[in-house]
Each structure stands twice: as structure tokens, then as C-alpha cells.
T-cell receptor, first 113, second 113 residues
Framework: NAGVTQTPKFQVLKTGQSMTLQCAQD?????MSWYRQDPGMGLRLIHY???????DQGEVPNGYNVSRSTTEDFPLRLLSAAPSQTSVYFC????????????FGPGTRLTVL | DQQVKQNSPSLSVQEGRISILNCDYT??????FLWYKKYPAEGPTFLIS?????DKNEDGRFTVFLNKSAKHLSLHIVPSQPGDSAVYFC????????????FGTGTRLQVTL
């Protein structure tokens, strides 16, 4: 099992550009989530999904879109990148009954100039 | 509004000694708590968890203590090893929200020789 994979590892954008961060898992997990990690802020939940076709907002959803058409994939879209979105982004997945034991991908480091 | 707090940004401990990492929370609806360990350039990995119906959970060198009345938990690592040097995140979850974790800001542990 590859677990949770994320691409790209690094990305530099200019303000106003759009892009999609990819996330895939091969563990057949129902739940998937996106977090961002900023210095001194810990990890904050952006969006999450409890199954294909079902998504909901987390703590910091503004400026991001998600969709979940398959169990395996959960892409995160930045509509119009802003410097405030410079961060490290982590995707995570878990079993429906996993009581929070989420498995994280290696992260995408995004810089918005 | 930081619902999960780790007030010590860093901690240095000698190899072989005990490391104690602390975490406080404010939301009384949290009923499950987890510790994650994170190395640089990697995603967080699950370490140990505890349900609110318990006050202690042990796994090898790692023990988590929960004091519900004080809304406080701590992670004890005995004995500490150089490979334990990492950032440790405390996380909390409400019942029925397995895809949503609220993280603390992290404590960087350095284990010295």
C-alpha cells in the first residue's frame, strides 16, 4: 500500500493563479480531510469528506474548493491564490469507525508570491 | 479561539530521561484525544490516543494521561531516545466527527545525548 499520496511536493504560484493539489489514498478509507500547517498555528482543517459525493467545510475554508467523485481521490483547488495561502498542506484519510486515527500524506509546500 | 493549546513550543531532554509534553483543551465536548509525531518534511504520524472514559493509556515507552476535570492531558516518553526528536501535536475530537481533528500548535522535542 502506498497509503496517502500527495502531488506536487513543492509549488510556487503567483498571486491570482489557480491550481489543484492532488491527494489519493489506497486504503479504501471513507473519510478524507485537508489541513494546512502554518508556523505557530498547528494544523487547521480546511475541508473534509465523509464519502464520495459528500464534502463539508472545516475551520478555514475560504479560498479553497473540494470535490470527491471517488473514494480514492480528494483534490483541493485554490481558485485565485493569495500570499496568505502560503503554507504546507496535508491530506489525511481515516476509516469511518477509526475514531480520529487519521493517516497523513507527506505534504505539499506551497508558496504564493 | 484556540481550543487545544500546547503552551510549550519546545522542550529539551537528555537521552534516557523522561519527556513530558503537555496539552490543554477548552471544549468540554471533546471526548477523544490523540498525539501525533511529525518529522521535518513528513506528514504527522499517529502515536497514541485516549478516550475520555479513561485516565491513562500506555503503549511501550509512551503513556498518555488525561485529567478531564482540569481539561489537561500529557504525553510521557520514558526513556527518551534521540529518535524521539520531533514535533509533537496534541489533537482532539468530538463524538461522531471522526474526520475532524482540532490540533494544538505543537511542541518541538529535542533529545540530547
Amino acid at each position: 500500500n502506498a497509503g496517502v499520496t500527495q502531488t506536487p511536493k513543492f509549488q510556487v504560484l503567483k498571486t491570482g493563479q489557480s491550481m489543484t493539489l492532488q491527494c489519493a489514498q489506497d486504503m479504501n478509507h471513507e473519510y478524507m480531510s485537508w489541513y494546512r500547517q502554518d508556523p505557530g498555528m498547528g494544523l487547521r482543517l480546511i475541508h473534509y469528506s465523509v464519502g464520495a459525493g459528500i464534502t463539508d467545510q472545516g475551520e478555514v475554508p475560504n479560498g479553497y474548493n473540494v470535490s470527491r467523485s471517488t473514494t480514492e481521490d480528494f483534490p483541493l483547488r485554490l481558485l485565485s491564490a493569495a500570499p496568505s495561502q502560503t503554507s504546507v498542506y496535508f491530506c489525511a484519510s481515516s476509516y469511518r469507525g477509526g475514531r480520529g486515527t487519521q493517516y497523513f500524506g507527506p505534504g505539499t509546500r506551497l508558496t504564493v508570491l | 479561539d484556540q481550543q487545544v493549546k500546547q503552551n510549550s513550543p519546545s522542550l529539551s531532554v537528555q537521552e534516557g530521561r523522561i519527556s513530558i509534553l503537555n496539552c490543554d483543551y477548552t471544549n468540554s465536548m471533546f471526548d477523544y484525544f490523540l498525539w501525533y509525531k511529525k518529522y521535518p518534511a513528513e506528514g504527522p504520524t499517529f502515536l497514541i490516543s485516549i478516550s475520555s472514559i479513561k485516565d491513562k493509556n500506555e503503549d511501550g515507552r509512551f503513556t498518555v494521561f488525561l485529567n478531564k476535570s482540569a481539561k489537561h492531558l500529557s504525553l510521557h516518553i520514558v526513556p527518551s531516545q534521540p529518535g524521539d526528536s520531533a514535533v509533537y501535536f496534541c489533537a482532539a475530537q468530538r463524538a461522531g466527527t471522526a474526520s475532524k481533528l482540532t490540533f494544538g500548535t505543537g511542541t518541538r522535542l529535542q533529545v540530547t545525548l
